[in-house]
């Protein structure tokens, strides 16, 4: 459990010798707590205070790294049950599984759409994780085979090997063994082989066991044995299943400190029918899984899933911005009105959305007010007079448009008097306060 | 180490509301703990999904949903029967052809319709004004009037119009939607005017303000687990109503139900994207805990009676 900033201070050598930076060791106590610093700052540390902060300090679940290089994810991490209270810190990895009958062809196919998966959204990168190879279907050769294709069509990406048969796991393993994959899984009958193959390969290892109280069972035999980096699964498969159990796991391992669960959580989201495997894969991310492993990754499926994560793991403290631009909305000519916002993200898909429902082609000036919304930013003193004029002076905004017109929001109508003095030339027109109002507003106008 | 299940003390519990009537009747709410944590609490209902239905013919909706629909959408009547064929629990009538920049339909028009749909089916009834505040009171008021018995759920009441849409509800046994703009404290004020006005609270069901996958979920997610959260743990009976979430009208505005394949090569096909999207948006709202789902697309409202089958158990 997280200690408090005194906690810390009373393991601390309280010399004040500022070496650490701070001007005592009460302020850098107090920095350790709100995790703004590290204890290797303070060189007089015993060993005994490493000890016991570096256990406080340790999340209480166990963060893990699938992969190498500068595709390698890192999931677990977590420290809250509801993102309001903090945030979700590492967003889940989506894995498509390929089955070992699926060698040649089939893989390719499912390897390529791997590789081509990367979308742009609100200015993040965003991509299929992970490829989960399966022994369904095929013997440990195939494996291998499907293994192989995987490693040499797109290096790099992070391997799951999936197999309760060791043969078959070291048979593919052999061929990734320093790309630090996850071998899944650890059962009962065969933990100890398992185990033995992930600590050869410093491979991280994920446990199956069906119920909890298996899954606990296991997962303190598997550690027993000497593995460190752990993925649990209790065999939740259904939606029902996946909620109850992983809140469980969530909620002993955060409030409890109950080690034996406090590991990443994977899951199979398999359903028939794509949709209904995209609606699965969705509670899956909402509900503290840490894998999800898919069996198909249609572009149109990997759009919804992956924005869900991005809207699930964005900081609630942090307003997601879109970038400052002049956005054309429908077919916007030189004649077109021109609009201008803030950049807070809402304010600018609720504008966005009101325009285009206008049906009147317009361009949409994005000011960059470090994501807050318009009355918030005029208050904050970010959306003033003088700053609109140099943004549309300096975005080229001029370029866009034949006309002189700025149709600035409602809310800062106020704005309009100062605005004509900084932009010489230029109409200043009030629009409506509230976006709803916007396409009454420009219909009224074309 | 055994496990020793870590399970929540809730003093709280949503109200159950019951709307229409007869053996098609729906009765949403009742949960006793966070959605779905069945090892803690109960959940007698499951959550209703309505297929809303327009006024006036769908003709600015995006091409997949009008496909979906067909020919009924050119009449409410049959639109409505095709949504009770469709699967749905109930009927979400939206009489945006009352709005002054659609057709400006008179309250009595949309009164008239109001009363033919809800003659026309045997499953609940949602009313829903056009959004316009000023004359959604007095649609709302005709509406209301002219489905006297059939024990709707009317709205939306928001702050500015509440007093009058609430006594429409009131005067004709109408249960009432209350929505506040994705802010908990405005919820919860909503939810104190009215009962200040005399209107039960238990017939008050809660809407948060919905917003689409990829267009601000986050937002609408995390206040309706906090309105939860107040609920259940806080027990506090200002935030004990059931949740509905209109997710149809937010999710097909986006670019994400609309651009074409050739456009957004990227995004993969629009007939599958755009039933994802609802499906997916209407998945998140059921797990942050909607008790009742205002959707449009009959396919993606079977995605999402089918989740909550699973999540029902």
């Not at chain 1, 406080?56 to 699938?66: M, V």
């Not at chain 1, 899954?215 to 065999?235: I, N, Y």
């Not at chain 1, 429908?330 to 304010?347: C, Q, R, V, W, Y």
């Not at chain 2, 098609?24 to 959940?43: M, R």
Request: net charge neutral.
């Amino acid at each position: 459990m997280a200690l408090s900033g005194v906690e810390i201070f009373k393991h601390l050598p309280k010399t004040n010798c500022k070496k650490c930076g701070h001007p005592t060791c009460l302020a850098f106590a107090m920095k350790l707590a709100a995790k703004q610093a590290s204890l290797d700052a303070c060189p007089d540390a015993s060993d005994d205070a490493k000890k016991i902060l570096g256990e406080s300090a340790a999340p209480p679940i166990r963060d893990i790294t699938l992969g190498t290089g500068d595709k390698a994810v890192k999931v677990g991490g977590e420290i809250c049950m509801f993102r309001h209270e903090k945030k979700f810190f590492n967003p889940n990895v989506f894995a498509v599984a390929i089955k070992a009958s699926e060698a040649g062809d089939v893989a390719a196919k499912k390897i390529e759409a791997v590789k081509t998966s990367e979308i742009d959204r609100v200015g993040q990168k965003l991509r299929v994780d992970a490829i989960a190879v399966t022994d369904e279907g095929g013997d440990a050769a195939k494996f291998a085979a499907v293994v192989k294709q995987v490693v040499d069509g797109v290096p790099g990406v992070p391997l799951i090997l999936v197999s309760k048969n060791p043969a078959t796991i070291e048979a593919g393993i052999a061929l990734c063994a320093d790309k630090k994959p996850l071998i899944y899984a650890a059962t009962a009958e065969n933990a100890e082989a398992m185990a033995n193959i992930a600590k050869e390969n410093k491979a991280s290892l994920a446990v199956f066991a069906d119920g909890l109280d298996a899954l606990t069972a296991l997962s303190e035999k598997v550690k027993a044995l000497g593995v460190e980096d752990l993925v649990l699964d209790s065999g939740a498969r259904k939606a029902k299943d996946m909620i109850e159990h992983f809140t469980i796991m969530r909620r002993a391992a955060i409030k409890k400190n109950f080690k034996p669960l406090g590991y990443p959580i994977i899951t199979f989201a398999t359903r028939d029918n794509s949709v209904s495997e995209a609606v699965t894969a969705a509670i899956g991310t909402m509900k503290y899984a840490s894998i999800i492993v898919l069996s198909s990754v249609e572009k149109w499926k990997m759009l919804a899933l992956l924005s869900l994560r991005q809207n699930i793991y964005t900081d609630p403290q942090v307003p997601m911005q879109v970038a400052q631009n002049v956005y054309k909305v429908g077919d916007a000519k030189e004649n077109s009105p021109l609009l201008i916002t803030t950049n807070f993200s809402l304010s600018y898909f609720i504008v966005r959305g009101e325009v285009e429902n206008s049906k009147v082609p317009s361009w949409l000036a994005v000011m960059d007010n470090e994501g807050l919304s318009v009355l918030t930013a005029w208050a904050a003193g970010k959306f003033t007079a003088s700053k609109i004029a140099q943004f549309i002076t300096e975005s080229g905004a001029e370029k866009n448009v034949s006309h002189k017109e700025l149709i600035i929001p409602g809310y800062v109508a106020v704005l309009s008097g100062a605005l004509e003095e900084k932009l010489p030339g230029w109409k200043i027109t009030v629009g409506p306060r509230e976006a709803n109002q916007l396409p009454t507003f420009l219909k009224a106008r074309a | 180490m055994a496990l020793v299940i870590p399970k929540e003390t809730y003093s709280g519990k949503i109200y159950s509301i019951q709307l229409g009537s007869g053996a098609k009747a729906v009765t949403i709410g009742g949960a006793s703990a966070l959605p779905f944590l069945g090892f803690e609490g109960t959940f007698p209902n499951r959550p209703a999904v309505a297929l809303e239905v327009m006024d006036i013919a769908p003709d600015d909706w995006p091409e997949t949903l009008k496909k979906a629909i067909g020919s009924a959408g050119s009449n409410p009547v049959q639109w409505a029967k095709f949504c009770q064929q469709s699967g749905a629990d109930m009927v979400a009538l939206r009489l945006m052809g009352t709005h002054p920049d659609q057709k400006n339909k008179s309250p009595e028009e949309a009164a008239k319709i109001a009363a033919e749909v809800a003659a026309a089916i045997d499953i609940p009834l949602m009313i829903l004004g056009s959004g316009h505040a000023e004359k959604d009171t007095q649609v709302l008021q005709a509406a209301a009037a002219a489905t006297r018995g059939k024990n709707c759920a009317i709205g939306k009441a928001v702050e500015e119009n509440y007093k009058t849409v609430a006594a429409a509800a009131m005067a004709n046994d109408h249960k009432l939607i209350a929505m506040s703009q994705l802010d908990v404290n405005l919820a919860k004020q909503l939810n104190i005017l009215l009962t200040q006005m005399g209107f039960d609270k238990e017939r008050i069901i809660m809407d948060p303000m919905s917003s689409a996958l990829g267009y601000g979920l986050e937002y609408t997610y995390s206040v309706m687990e906090r309105i939860r959260l107040a609920a259940l743990l806080q027990n506090d009976p200002m935030m004990q109503t059931p949740i509905v979430c209109d997710i149809g009208a937010n999710v097909w505005k986006v670019k994400e139900t609309m651009a074409p394949d050739a456009e957004m090569p990227e995004w993969g096909g629009l007939e599958d994207r755009a039933l994802a999207w609802e499906s997916v948006t209407a998945s998140a709202m059921i797990t942050a805990g909607a008790d009742m789902l205002i959707m449009r697309h009959p396919g993606a409202a079977a995605k999402a009676k089918e989740v909550i089958s699973e999540l029902m158990g």
